[in-house]
């Protein structure tokens, strides 16, 4: 090398690091009753998405703001140094975690308003109409829960104890049916969300929000989930304050009736939140031709699970399990709305046959591909089948994880239960007049879990149970069903 060539400080070279953008990790989607609350609508068609941006690379790294846990005996230290028996000690601690709840859930909506929706309205990132639909009836929630703070601040003594919950929540608890709508709101405001984020703006804006110290690295929709996951917390909240509770203290009778109130209005939430996720899906699903039409479908008023599932080739589905009937489709985009086409003839559940596949039963598809294929690859494989005359079907379908495939088959086998004993129940009240089954009230309704889970998406989901991807083989099934392997197996314990 000649010794006059000219060589670049290397600080200079290296700085250029800066310019790369960190990889993205997809977020552990949540796994939700509803198997899939947290709907994904990420597009890898728009890599400008992850495009760097400099200020976010240059600058230094902000510190985050964290939200320090209290306890009452450390905010109140008056109480503790007097002599309190132990259990009422944990009744004050689980009040006050109550009141110190409602002061951060008014703290974290009033934030989703003011750095979220406020600015990208006043900077015309959304349309008032998409904000409006996002955001929901976010704003009328606020009240409700400022008036619980402030009965349950003026109930607390000058020591910093509180001598009765129970009234305040009795009379305060009814308010909370006013959730349903946004509740019910949700999954449309996620999807429509999730569709957003394709464009730069906003995207740059959410980004810019999430590194920023107050969102304590929390994105927006983590934010307008936090009433639905307070609303589920009540029973548990309430519970632990009746724990603690004397069965001579007045409280307790009071308390056992507020966990009434809210598990009802809870399970009422639940099962018009089920039915509203119901609804949006069968709007969206595209039907090649007319013969797809299933009356099962439009009968449907509860989504039992759905998500992607893969086949044997690779292929992506997006799988949906209704009451009745199994829906398989493709995931694709319709007058800029992600839609679900067919992919083909529903399956009814009552003639679905289930069958638990073992790691590496499954041959992929392509001689070249089965032959260089590794382990994970042929892992978690379950198949359903279906005949009816001279329509068959065999799907070969593969979760994403161990988990996820035990929630399909859980959920699939619950599914043929229900019918089953609705079918049984109809014939018995047809021969011999009323007929209760002992075991359907010991099932728990499922509109209860689908609440519950649907955060906890996911997320974003979400854990909706976001599976893998489904999709058939034609010419196996043809070989399938010639030589009869698949109707040979079906789930013992259905």
Same mark, same amino acid.
């Given at each position: 090398?000649?010794?006059?060539?000219?060589?670049?400080?290397?600080?200079?070279?290296?700085?250029?690091?800066?310019?790369?953008?960190?990889?993205?990790?997809?977020?552990?989607?949540?796994?939700?009753?509803?198997?899939?609350?947290?709907?994904?609508?990420?597009?890898?068609?728009?890599?400008?998405?992850?495009?760097?941006?400099?200020?976010?690379?240059?600058?230094?790294?902000?510190?985050?703001?964290?939200?320090?846990?209290?306890?009452?005996?450390?905010?109140?230290?008056?109480?503790?140094?007097?002599?309190?028996?132990?259990?009422?000690?944990?009744?004050?601690?689980?009040?006050?975690?109550?009141?110190?709840?409602?002061?951060?859930?008014?703290?974290?909506?009033?934030?989703?308003?003011?750095?979220?929706?406020?600015?990208?309205?006043?900077?015309?990132?959304?349309?008032?109409?998409?904000?409006?639909?996002?955001?929901?009836?976010?704003?009328?929630?606020?009240?409700?829960?400022?008036?619980?703070?402030?009965?349950?601040?003026?109930?607390?003594?000058?020591?910093?104890?509180?001598?009765?919950?129970?009234?305040?929540?009795?009379?305060?608890?009814?308010?909370?049916?006013?959730?349903?709508?946004?509740?019910?709101?949700?999954?449309?405001?996620?999807?429509?969300?999730?569709?957003?984020?394709?464009?730069?703006?906003?995207?740059?804006?959410?980004?810019?929000?999430?590194?920023?110290?107050?969102?304590?690295?929390?994105?927006?929709?983590?934010?307008?989930?936090?009433?639905?996951?307070?609303?589920?917390?009540?029973?548990?909240?309430?519970?632990?304050?009746?724990?603690?509770?004397?069965?001579?203290?007045?409280?307790?009778?009071?308390?056992?009736?507020?966990?009434?109130?809210?598990?009802?209005?809870?399970?009422?939430?639940?099962?018009?939140?089920?039915?509203?996720?119901?609804?949006?899906?069968?709007?969206?699903?595209?039907?090649?031709?007319?013969?797809?039409?299933?009356?099962?479908?439009?009968?449907?008023?509860?989504?039992?699970?759905?998500?992607?599932?893969?086949?044997?080739?690779?292929?992506?589905?997006?799988?949906?399990?209704?009451?009745?009937?199994?829906?398989?489709?493709?995931?694709?985009?319709?007058?800029?709305?992600?839609?679900?086409?067919?992919?083909?003839?529903?399956?009814?559940?009552?003639?679905?046959?289930?069958?638990?596949?073992?790691?590496?039963?499954?041959?992929?598809?392509?001689?070249?591909?089965?032959?260089?294929?590794?382990?994970?690859?042929?892992?978690?494989?379950?198949?359903?089948?279906?005949?009816?005359?001279?329509?068959?079907?065999?799907?070969?379908?593969?979760?994403?994880?161990?988990?996820?495939?035990?929630?399909?088959?859980?959920?699939?086998?619950?599914?043929?239960?229900?019918?089953?004993?609705?079918?049984? %129940?109809?014939?018995?009240? $047809? +021969? #011999?007049?009323?007929?209760?089954?002992? /075991? !359907? &009230?010991?099932?728990?309704?499922?509109?209860?879990?689908?609440?519950? %889970?649907?955060?906890?998406? $996911? +997320? #974003?989901?979400?854990?909706?149970?976001? /599976? !893998? &991807?489904?999709?058939?083989?034609?010419?196996?099934?043809?070989?399938?069903?010639?030589?009869?392997?698949? +109707?040979?197996?079906?789930?013992?314990?259905?």
């Amino acid at each position: 090398e000649p010794s006059n060539k000219r060589v670049k400080p290397l600080s200079r070279v290296t700085s250029l690091a800066n310019l790369i953008p960190p990889v993205k990790t997809t977020p552990l989607k949540r796994f939700s009753q509803t198997l899939q609350r947290s709907i994904s609508f990420r597009s890898e068609s728009r890599p400008d998405i992850l495009t760097p941006r400099p200020w976010s690379r240059n600058a230094a790294p902000s510190s985050t703001k964290r939200r320090d846990s209290k306890l009452w005996s450390e905010t109140f230290d008056v109480c503790v140094n007097q002599m309190l028996p132990s259990k009422e000690i944990k009744r004050q601690e689980a009040i006050f975690e109550l009141s110190q709840g409602e002061e951060d859930l008014i703290e974290d909506l009033k934030l989703a308003k003011k750095a979220y929706h406020d600015p990208m309205l006043k900077l015309s990132i959304m349309t008032e109409q998409e904000l409006n639909q996002i955001f929901g009836t976010l704003d009328s929630l606020i009240p409700l829960h400022e008036e619980l703070l402030s009965q349950l601040r003026d109930a607390r003594k000058p020591d910093g104890s509180t001598e009765h919950v129970g009234p305040i929540l009795v009379g305060w608890l009814p308010c909370l049916s006013s959730y349903d709508s946004y509740c019910s709101n949700q999954v449309a405001a996620k999807a429509l969300l999730d569709h957003k984020k394709q464009d730069h703006r906003v995207q740059d804006f959410l980004q810019r929000c999430l590194e920023s110290p107050f969102s304590r690295k929390l994105d927006l929709w983590n934010f307008l989930d936090i009433p639905r996951s307070r609303l589920v917390k009540y029973p548990l909240l309430l519970r632990e304050i009746l724990r603690h509770t004397p069965n001579d203290n007045p409280d307790q009778q009071h308390l056992e009736e507020a966990i009434n109130i809210i598990q009802g209005i809870v399970a009422e939430i639940n099962t018009k939140t089920g039915e509203s996720e119901c609804r949006y899906y069968k709007e969206r699903l595209l039907y090649l031709e007319e013969g797809q039409k299933d009356s099962l479908i439009d009968s449907s008023r509860v989504l039992c699970c759905h998500g992607e599932l893969k086949n044997n080739r690779g292929v992506k589905l997006h799988v949906f399990l209704f009451q009745e009937v199994l829906v398989i489709t493709r995931a694709v985009t319709h007058n800029e709305q992600l839609c679900y086409q067919l992919y083909r003839q529903p399956i009814p559940v009552k003639d679905l046959l289930l069958e638990d596949l073992q790691d590496g039963e499954v041959r992929l598809g392509g001689s070249l591909r089965g032959a260089f294929s590794n382990n994970e690859r042929i892992k978690n494989f379950f198949r359903v089948s279906f005949k009816n005359g001279s329509q068959s079907q065999t799907h070969s379908l593969q979760a994403n994880d161990t988990f996820n495939k035990q929630q399909w088959l859980n959920c699939i086998r619950q599914a043929k239960e229900t019918v089953q004993c609705a079918a049984g %129940q109809a014939g018995v009240l $047809d +021969s #011999e007049g009323p007929f209760l089954n002992p /075991t !359907s &009230e010991n099932r728990e309704p499922q509109g209860e879990t689908k609440l519950e %889970q649907m955060d906890q998406s $996911d +997320s #974003e989901s979400d854990c909706s149970m976001d /599976t !893998s &991807e489904v999709s058939l083989d034609c010419e196996r099934m043809e070989q399938t069903d010639s030589s009869g392997g698949n +109707s040979r197996h079906i789930e013992s314990d259905v």
